[in-house]
């Protein structure tokens, strides 16, 4: 019988308990303070009491970080995998969201909370007909503790402060996606290699130019990628997720980007080294966007449309799943047929004139701590270029394989962190292999990340044969991480293990009297 046909038949309702809806600590303090890493947790497991909490499968941990803090992630599916390798085994889009890489940017962690909520509510159900989705809601859980109200003070609130953009060990995590020195990229790499992801999302926060969007937005930097994977990002999937933001939660959203020049002449964005986490994921062969909330929005505000924007997002991922499954499937095909290049000389592609929505902010004291920024509500547009793209001057096929005799052992364990698969010589080979000699070996004076950066000048010479012992270690460029390999290990690379020092001891430059050698070959044939 059902409940209205009970009601006319006189029987007393039963009074059925209704779970408390958990609040975020943003939620429950309007808006003045932002989670630690232990609201989270008790957030987390608070799920569990609602109606559709089996939809997320929470993972007790993909990782430590370097304080011991566990590192939380929850898939979600309608039924989620039982685990990470598991949700390669289904037909289904598989998404990755990274929250709060930098310990005070941390509308990413709020907002994926909420959306862990809608699921675990029922909300959203549509999406995961089609897609498995993995929600890493406080990657720097170090640096996010570290609040203080002296950490990002231009930031527009939570007026509790924030936390510290690094993590315990002083490392930019968003900074370590080549050399993998912090346990927790260590850990975030080997989770998205287990899992896969078709699309990887970074969820920041950013402050810099006066201008009038929500959030701003980027798809992989990288010009080593797969190119039908990069045109499908800039042509058709962010254009939707921006219609929609505005059709849908009247949010702008646009390129990320800064002004340059006064009065402002371009909109230029940021890097495309793959030291950075969504430039990185391109060179696997996969989507990836950043997401940057405007700092200068209320805290409320900037929570509100980074989980809009991740909504959307996957709203227009779940529309077009089989293209993307396709694209990355022929991005991994490229690659083994060996139509992939190693990219260099790379600078800033001219772009194209166009319009940005300008908003100049106003400035409120701090008292004992500096100014805060608050974003102006009227805006006018400006005509300026818009470079958002980078290209590179070379390019060259990727050789058959790279060769290193007696490869040190950080090297190694790198490679094997990246997934990046490798061989060793069982006997004694005659291989015909290519030289790289440097003419010039470039030691930055400054310290970054706790590295002097190295650059290698210098030319491969021609092939010549050359008997290679047993145990040389043989990485073979036909693989799906072939891309990823040849920016490792190629001299050439603009963000190589060379330039984080991995093979500088190792590494000889020509003069004096000294033939110069850099200490990987480049196979031509032999294997």
Same mark, same amino acid.
């Given at each position: 019988?059902?409940?209205?046909?009970?009601?006319?038949?006189?029987?007393?309702?039963?009074?059925?308990?209704?779970?408390?809806?958990?609040?975020?600590?943003?939620?429950?303090?309007?808006?003045?303070?932002?989670?630690?890493?232990?609201?989270?947790?008790?957030?987390?497991?608070?799920?569990?009491?609602?109606?559709?909490?089996?939809?997320?499968?929470?993972?007790?941990?993909?990782?430590?970080?370097?304080?011991?803090?566990?590192?939380?992630?929850?898939?979600?599916?309608?039924?989620?995998?039982?685990?990470?390798?598991?949700?390669?085994?289904?037909?289904?889009? /598989?998404?990755?969201?990274?929250?709060?890489?930098?310990?005070?940017?941390?509308?990413?962690?709020?907002?994926?909370?909420?959306?862990?909520?809608?699921?675990?509510?029922? #909300?959203?159900?549509?999406l995961l007909e089609?897609?498995?989705?993995?929600?890493?809601?406080?990657?720097?859980?170090?640096?996010?503790?570290?609040?203080?109200?002296?950490?990002?003070?231009? +930031?527009?609130?939570?007026?509790?402060?924030?936390?510290?953009?690094?993590?315990?060990?002083?490392?930019?995590?968003? /900074?370590?996606?080549?050399?993998?020195?912090?346990?927790?990229?260590?850990?975030?790499?080997?989770?998205?290699?287990?899992?896969?992801?078709?699309?990887? $999302?970074?969820?920041?926060?950013?402050?810099?130019?006066?201008?009038?969007?929500?959030?701003?937005?980027?798809?992989?930097?990288?010009?080593?990628?797969?190119?039908?994977?990069?045109?499908?990002?800039?042509?058709?999937?962010?254009?939707?997720?921006?219609?929609? $933001?505005?059709?849908?939660?009247?949010?702008?959203?646009?390129?990320?980007?800064?002004?340059?020049?006064?009065?402002?002449?371009?909109?230029?964005?940021?890097?495309?080294?793959?030291?950075?986490?969504?430039?990185?994921?391109?060179?696997?062969?996969?989507?990836?966007?950043?997401?940057?909330?405007?700092?200068?929005?209320?805290?409320?505000?900037?929570?509100?449309?980074?989980?809009?924007?991740?909504?959307?997002?996957?709203?227009?991922?779940?529309?077009?799943?089989?293209?993307?499954?396709?694209?990355?499937?022929?991005?991994?095909?490229?690659?083994?047929?060996?139509?992939?290049?190693?990219?260099?000389?790379? %600078?800033?592609?001219?772009?194209?004139?166009?319009?940005?929505?300008?908003?100049?902010?106003?400035?409120?004291?701090?008292?004992?701590?500096?100014?805060?920024?608050?974003?102006?509500?009227?805006? %006018?547009?400006?005509?300026?270029?818009?470079?958002?793209?980078?290209?590179?001057?070379?390019?060259?096929?990727?050789?058959?394989?790279?060769?290193?005799?007696?490869?040190?052992?950080?090297c190694l364990e790198?490679?094997?962190?990246?997934?990046?698969?490798?061989?060793?010589?069982?006997?004694?080979?005659?291989?015909?292999?290519?030289?790289?000699?440097?003419?010039?070996?470039?030691?930055?004076?400054?310290?970054? +990340?706790?590295?002097?950066?190295?650059?290698?000048?210098? /030319?491969?010479?021609?092939?010549?044969?050359?008997?290679?012992?047993?145990?040389?270690?043989?990485?073979?460029?036909?693989?799906?991480?072939?891309?990823?390999?040849?920016?490792?290990?190629?001299? /050439?690379?603009?963000?190589?293990?060379?330039t984080w020092n991995?093979?500088?001891?190792?590494?000889?430059?020509?003069?004096?009297? #000294?033939?110069?050698?850099?200490?990987?070959?480049?196979?031509?044939?032999?294997?």
């Amino acid at each position: 019988m059902s409940l209205p046909s009970l009601l006319l038949a006189g029987f007393p309702l039963l009074s059925l308990p209704v779970p408390e809806i958990p609040r975020t600590t943003p939620e429950r303090s309007g808006y003045t303070r932002t989670s630690t890493s232990a609201e989270v947790e008790a957030f987390l497991d608070a799920l569990g009491s609602l109606p559709h909490a089996d939809r997320l499968r929470p993972l007790p941990e993909i990782g430590r970080t370097a304080e011991g803090r566990s590192i939380r992630a929850v898939l979600v599916g309608n039924p989620p995998p039982e685990g990470l390798a598991q949700g390669r085994g289904d037909d289904k889009l /598989r998404v990755l969201i990274n929250a709060n890489i930098h310990g005070g940017e941390v509308e990413g962690k709020e907002a994926v909370q909420m959306l862990l909520r809608e699921f675990a509510l029922g #909300e959203h159900a549509e999406l995961l007909e089609g897609c498995d989705l993995l929600f890493i809601p406080l990657f720097n859980a170090d640096g996010n503790d570290r609040i203080a109200r002296k950490n990002r003070v231009t +930031q527009n609130g939570p007026s509790e402060g924030v936390g510290e953009r690094a993590g315990a060990h002083g490392l930019d995590l968003n /900074r370590d996606f080549i050399k993998l020195e912090s346990p927790e990229c260590r850990a975030l790499v080997a989770a998205t290699a287990e899992f896969d992801p078709h699309l990887w $999302m970074d969820l920041h926060t950013t402050n810099g130019s006066p201008h009038a969007y929500h959030l701003t937005y980027a798809p992989s930097l990288a010009t080593g990628i797969d190119p039908a994977i990069d045109s499908f990002a800039r042509e058709n999937l962010l254009p939707e997720v921006r219609r929609a $933001m505005l059709a849908h939660h009247g949010m702008r959203v646009f390129d990320y980007g800064n002004l340059v020049g006064d009065p402002p002449t371009e909109w230029v964005t940021y890097d495309p080294r793959p030291r950075f986490g969504t430039n990185y994921i391109g060179l696997r062969g996969r989507f990836s966007i950043l997401s940057e909330a405007y700092s200068y929005l209320p805290f409320e505000e900037r929570i509100l449309v980074t989980r809009a924007f991740v909504l959307e997002c996957l709203r227009a991922a779940a529309v077009h799943a089989e293209q993307m499954q396709r694209l990355c499937a022929e991005a991994d095909a490229a690659v083994r047929d060996g139509q992939a290049e190693l990219r260099w000389g790379t %600078h800033l592609a001219p772009g194209v004139e166009g319009q940005v929505l300008l908003a100049p902010w106003s400035e409120i004291p701090v008292p004992g701590l500096g100014v805060r920024r608050v974003a102006g509500q009227e805006w %006018h547009p400006a005509r300026v270029k818009v470079r958002v793209a980078f290209e590179s001057e070379s390019s060259a096929p990727l050789p058959d394989a790279y060769a290193l005799v007696d490869p040190p052992e950080e090297c190694l364990e790198n490679l094997r962190l990246h997934g990046v698969a490798c061989e060793r010589l069982a006997e004694p080979r005659v291989l015909l292999v290519r030289t790289f000699r440097p003419s010039e070996v470039l030691r930055a004076k400054r310290p970054f +990340q706790g590295h002097h950066e190295l650059e290698v000048v210098g /030319r491969w010479e021609e092939g010549r044969e050359r008997s290679l012992p047993a145990g040389t270690l043989i990485v073979r460029t036909r693989q799906p991480l072939g891309r990823l390999a040849a920016t490792l290990l190629d001299p /050439r690379s603009e963000d190589s293990l060379s330039t984080w020092n991995f093979l500088e001891e190792r590494t000889r430059s020509a003069g004096e009297g #000294e033939v110069g050698e850099y200490p990987v070959l480049w196979v031509v044939k032999g294997l």
